[in-house]
Structures are given as structure tokens and as C-alpha cells.
Nanobody, 121 residues
Framework: QVQLVESGGGSVEAGDSLRLSCVAS?????LGWFRQAPGKEREGVAT????????YYSDSVKGRFAISTDSYRLAVTLQMNSLKPEDTAMYYC?????????????????WGQGTQVTVSS
């Protein structure tokens, strides 16, 4: 079973940047970031194929967020720029999917505990 530990959340103002990190207990081919705001369903933010370096983004973050992984396929980061209040959510790291391009939470096997991101206007 893969264990995932996120870090890097916090409270910032609109327009600021944050960098989230996630460390996995073993190498995996697919890693992703998801988020869930209060009263809303969990949604995909960005995913990456660690072997090929292919990245996938939701339309709401494309051009503002960047996902990357290390060469050992053990860590994934999410650089978040130009943050907006609507980006406020609990952010979760996930690994092992039926497909690395899958931005739907279903099909991802392992999840971290989450890290809170709060963006004030």
C-alpha cells in the first residue's frame, strides 16, 4: 500500500503563490492533485505520468498551476500561482490510477490526508 504525505498548504491572499509537495512511500507511475471545497465534490486539479512526464490540468487551473515530479517518481509538487479565492479547498495527493490522465477522483487508489489551502480576497 502506497502512503502519501502532503505539505505546503496555508493561508494566502489572492494573487499570491503556494507550492504543495507530496512524498510517496514507493515509486508510482501516476500521481495527481485533487481538491475538495466545503459542500462540493472532490475534483481533479492536475495529474502527471511520472515516467513520461506528461501532465494534465483542469480548465480552472490551466496556465496558473504546474505539476512536476522528481526523477525517482517518489515526490510530486504543485506550484500554484495567481491564486484565487475559488481555489480555497483541501488539496489531496493521489497515486495509482487506471490512467494518468484521469482527472476524476474515482479510479485513483491511494490518497493522502490532505493539506488546506485558503485564499482570501
Amino acid at each position: 500500500q502506497v502512503q502519501l504525505v502532503e505539505s505546503g498548504g496555508g493561508s494566502v491572499e489572492a494573487g499570491d503563490s503556494l507550492r504543495l509537495s507530496c512524498v510517496a512511500s514507493e515509486a508510482t507511475y501516476c500521481l495527481g492533485w485533487f481538491r475538495q471545497a466545503p459542500g462540493k465534490e472532490r475534483e481533479g486539479v492536475a495529474t502527471i505520468s511520472t515516467g513520461r512526464g506528461l501532465t494534465y490540468y483542469s480548465d480552472s487551473v490551466k496556465g496558473r498551476f504546474a505539476i512536476s515530479t522528481d526523477s525517482y517518481r517518489l515526490a510530486v509538487t504543485l506550484q500554484m500561482n495567481s491564486l484565487k479565492p475559488e481555489d480555497t479547498a483541501m488539496y489531496y495527493c493521489a497515486s495509482d490510477s487506471t490512467g494518468c490522465s484521469n482527472l476524476r477522483p474515482g479510479g485513483w487508489k491511494y490518497w493522502g490526508q490532505g493539506t488546506q489551502v485558503t485564499v482570501s480576497s
